[in-house]
């Protein structure tokens, strides 16, 4: 028996389990995709390599990448980024590391209190989230983001339109700021040179501004898994859970198994009261399944594949919310073309953002050609010019929201790739029952009855939509006080990314399934530690650091509850991911 | 309303295979195959012929798609009055990225994907169209048996094929409603009738999968097992939407100068040549892009 199973090693797994192996608790961590244990080996700077959802090596897939990709039925317009492989989708996300708003949270009293999803906040207030968010910070860790050509061209924008500078890790207003970022910022040679030879470590040392934050980091060349630049988990927490006992006193290693798709949650009743007991997991490459106990379950399988496993267990669900309450910020994408070089797909692929606390916020996002042309051609208003889809909206952009198709897509995309700037529109949308997880009527795979992601964006509430609409506003004057001769809305259909909420904790026990310390409501010594338990959408910041501080402040809440053991955030000092103890273990153990 | 005979031709003709057949098939049977020879071919030696036959429909029909999402110097696009001088999608490589993705990774449903296009080939026999003879080229004269014969050699393959690729049903359905916005297009110069639509026309027959079109959706639904029915409408939202992005993806990414032995390119990738990506040729593991710290600020707090 373990002390602890935790389901899924992408952005909250990983937390619990380091933090609890670090206390001397027996931990084995279970992740459905691939190791990936050696990235210059197996990965590429490619974006069709990496990126294509069917056959990338960071797609929602067996580790055997000859096998089909796992599928997910989406009863709309729509696209599910998901991201499986031990790292999960903290491999390819861009390490932004803002914390959410404070008027999400209980208690909250501020003047714009009502400007939030107010029906759905936190069950938890801000200050009881710092100093959890200040252990996660200093773990990675995060740092304030350097500035390349794409950032100031951003903070141009910004501050033609009048913009505060954001000096400060809480937003307290209308605001922009470089990021929060979970990469180690340039070192040595790195940011200074296209020199290959100058690019390796030690000689260089943390982000060398490669431009492909979204194909995986490996950067600098021969750095050690735990100093590559982008603190994604597969390079900062799963390291220090493999190598616990080298750098916390009575820590004890994590086993971790790749290649293990979870598909069953054990339970008994004891004393009444339904009980958390195993987890049964397959073998990919062998079809072979395994079952194992502990004294506690952790999921973290992600938003969409936590409700789905805990429907395919049998789960109790009395309120009916298991899926429900999905948030994905609604993300919008405008564009701007310009006459001079912006460096788009250069450097950390995003480094600045502006803040709209009640509304939600932005930031630059830099691509490749396939992925500008994909993201480009995302849309619920049809094709500019030809079809609208009963959209095509009109505003501080030119012509109708909409997908430009054929020449015009061509034209935009040969003003060139590093003459464009991309504002990614992050919505603080509101938790609504319609859009969740459902289990499909469609086939079942070898896991089970494969989930259904259902959102309904035209149909969302007037907060949502406005809020949308005002930011929208706003990106366009950037990117026009910032030079553009173009901006194109693109008016995106639901890119499913920044995926929050599924599995809610919540006020009340009539739309949650989560208490306020992440534990099911209905069956004990089962947590939830990754994006689906947070109570609401952030108000629109990334998703990924609350989650991490979330995870943090869970693990100690078992670690308390079911072991007897006592807190440990705000008495110790954080032992940062870089240490060099992990460093040694790392190199020692071939990590 | 046209004959029975001639509504069954024109559903061979609408989906492509009937111009297919006339051109490709002389290949095996000669060129002056009569209907007796073709009827004494059986079920099961059409079945085998007409795999390739459609596998080329398939491979036309995303060709005249690929040049629609992409357009450049090639027939394609000349056809549908788009042509340009640099490369595009067609060069790219864009029409074997789709097919390759669609036949030999896309987990679709064989539940949804099959009934979708047994409904679509007997449908489309079924829609009275304002056809002459002439439409049909006077090419091949079939007896009635031999067009039913064809057409259950096709409705076998979309059925009952271990190995039927998803190219196929997303082909039928292309060619479906370029049928139903231009009727025109059954005849022309490629196999498939949506490669032969103008660019507008394009849009328009991509409208009517993307809205999910009311007569499209109870089309597919007349076939799909009752449990699945209320998926179709919000599934054809999904493959609109998906063929556009994953069409350009394809056209603008490596996977044509990608060598998977060496994980190295074979060449620049005619997405990097129109974008200016990496102008220098190098992959790169860094760039000299640092400009230092907005207001030279390298750390915040709330203190």
Not at chain 2, 3 to 32: K, M, Y
Not at chain 2, 109 to 132: S, Y
């Amino acid at each position: 028996m373990r002390d602890a199973i935790v389901i899924g090693a992408g952005g909250g797994g990983p937390v619990v389990a380091k933090e609890l192996a670090a206390r001397g608790l027996s931990v084995l961590l279970l992740e459905a995709g691939a190791r990936h244990a050696d990235p210059r080996g197996e990965w590429t700077h490619f974006e069709n390599d990496a990126n294509n959802p069917l056959t990338g090596f960071l797609r929602f897939g067996p580790a055997d990448r000859t096998k089909p990709a796992w599928f997910r039925e989406l009863p709309q317009n729509s696209f599910l980024f998901q991201v499986s492989g031990v790292g999960g989708t903290t491999q390819h996300y861009f390490g932004n590391c803002p914390r959410a708003y404070p008027g999400v949270f209980a208690g909250y009293d501020g003047p714009d209190a009502g400007a939030y999803d107010t029906a759905h906040r936190f069950p938890l207030r801000y200050a009881d989230l710092v100093p959890y968010y200040e252990w996660v910070e200093a773990t990675l860790p995060v740092q304030t983001a350097a500035m390349g050509r794409k950032e100031r061209t951003f903070f141009d924008g910004c501050e033609a339109i009048g913009l505060p500078v954001q000096t400060t890790k809480t937003t307290l207003g209308d605001s922009f700021r470089p990021q929060q970022n979970a990469i180690l910022q340039p070192g040595g040679s790195a940011g200074l040179t296209r020199d290959v030879t100058r690019l390796a470590f030690p000689q260089a040392t943390g982000c060398t501004l490669c431009g492909y934050c979204l194909q995986g980091c490996m950067e600098p060349i021969r750095a050690p898994r735990n100093l590559f630049a982008k603190r994604s988990t597969d390079n900062s927490y799963v390291p220090m859970a493999l190598t616990a006992d080298a750098w916390s006193p009575g820590g004890v290693p994590v086993t971790l198994i790749s290649d293990a798709f979870a598909t069953r949650i054990l339970t008994q009743t004891v004393g009444g009261q339904l009980v958390a007991t195993g987890v049964t997991w397959r073998t990919g490459a062998t079809g072979a399944l395994h079952t194992e106990t502990a004294q506690v379950v952790v999921m973290a399988g992600g938003t969409t594949e936590s409700p789905r496993l805990w429907l395919n267990s049998g789960l109790p669900n009395p309120n009916d919310w298991v899926g429900r309450g999905y948030t994905d910020h609604y993300f919008d994408l405008m564009v701007g073309l310009f006459d001079k070089t912006t460096d788009s797909s250069r450097g950390a692929a995003s480094a600045a953002r502006a803040e709209f606390p009640g509304r939600g916020g932005m930031e630059n996002i830099g691509l490749g050609p396939a992925l500008q042309a994909f993201a480009m051609q995302l849309s619920d208003s049809g094709a500019r010019g030809f079809y609208t889809n009963g959209r095509g909206f009109t505003g501080a952009w030119d012509g109708p929201s909409g997908r430009p198709i054929g020449p015009e897509l061509k034209d935009a995309l040969q003003n060139g790739i590093d003459r464009l700037l991309n504002i990614l529109v992050i919505t603080d949308d509101d938790v609504e029952a319609q859009n969740r997880v459902a289990l499909s009527a469609l086939p079942a795979d070898e896991h089970g009855p494969v989930p259904k992601v259902i959102f309904r964006p035209r149909n969302r509430t007037a907060r949502t939509l406005a809020n949308r609409e005002f930011l929208v506003g706003k990106a366009a004057a950037i990117l026009r006080g910032a030079g553009a001769t173009k901006v194109f809305r693109l008016d995106w259909a639901p890119l499913i990314l920044h995926v929050q909420s599924t599995m809610r904790m919540g006020m009340s026990a009539d739309d949650s399934v989560l208490d306020d310390t992440a534990e099911a409501r209905w069956v004990k010594r089962l947590f939830i530690a990754d994006n689906s338990a947070l109570a609401n959408a952030l108000g629109g910041p990334n998703p990924t650091l609350t989650s991490q501080a979330l995870a943090t402040r869970t693990a100690e809440t078992i670690f308390r509850r079911y072991f007897g053991g006592e807190p440990w955030v705000g008495r110790e000092t954080p032992v940062v991911s870089t240490d060099d103890r992990v460093t040694q273990a790392v190199i020692a153990r071939g990590l | 309303m046209a004959t029975p005979d001639l509504s069954r031709r024109a559903f061979l003709a609408r989906i492509g295979v009937l111009g297919a057949g006339t051109l490709l098939l002389p290949g095996c049977l000669g060129p002056a195959a009569t209907d007796t020879e073709l009827a004494e071919l059986g079920l099961g030696s059409l079945v085998d012929l007409l795999r390739p036959v459609l596998g080329q429909l398939a491979r036309d029909t995303l060709n005249g798609f690929i040049a629609f999402s992409l357009p450049g110097p090639d027939d394609y696009s000349r056809a549908q009055g788009t042509p340009r001088a640099e490369p595009g999608g067609i060069a790219a490589g864009g029409t074997d990225f789709l097919i390759d993705n669609l036949d030999r990774f896309l987990p679709f449903p064989d539940e949804i994907a099959r009934p979708a296009a047994a409904a679509l080939v007997t449908a489309l026999r079924d829609l009275p169209l304002p056809l002459a003879g002439s439409l049909l080229g006077g090419i091949l004269v079939p007896a009635v048996v031999t067009i039913g014969l064809v057409e259950n050699a096709v409705l076998f393959i979309v059925q009952n094929d271990a190995t039927a690729p998803l190219s196929l049903p997303v082909a039928l359905l292309l060619n479906y409603v370029a049928t139903v916005v231009n009727p025109a297009s059954l005849n022309g110069a490629f196999i498939s009738p949506f490669a032969r639509l103008s660019f507008a026309d394009k849009a328009r027959a991509m409208a009517q999968i993307e809205t999910a079109q009311s007569g499209l959706v109870a089309l597919i639904d007349s076939r799909v097992p009752q449990p699945l029915q209320s998926s179709v409408s919000g599934l054809l939202q999904f493959v609109g939407g998906a063929l556009y992005e994953f069409a350009a993806f394809g056209a603008l990414g490596e996977s044509q100068r990608f060598d998977p032995a060496t994980r190295s390119l074979t060449g620049r990738p005619v997405g990097w040549q129109l974008t200016g990506f990496l102008p220098d040729g190098q992959t790169g593991d860094g760039w000299d892009n640092l400009l230092g710290y907005y207001q030279d600020r390298r750390e915040v707090t709330d203190a």
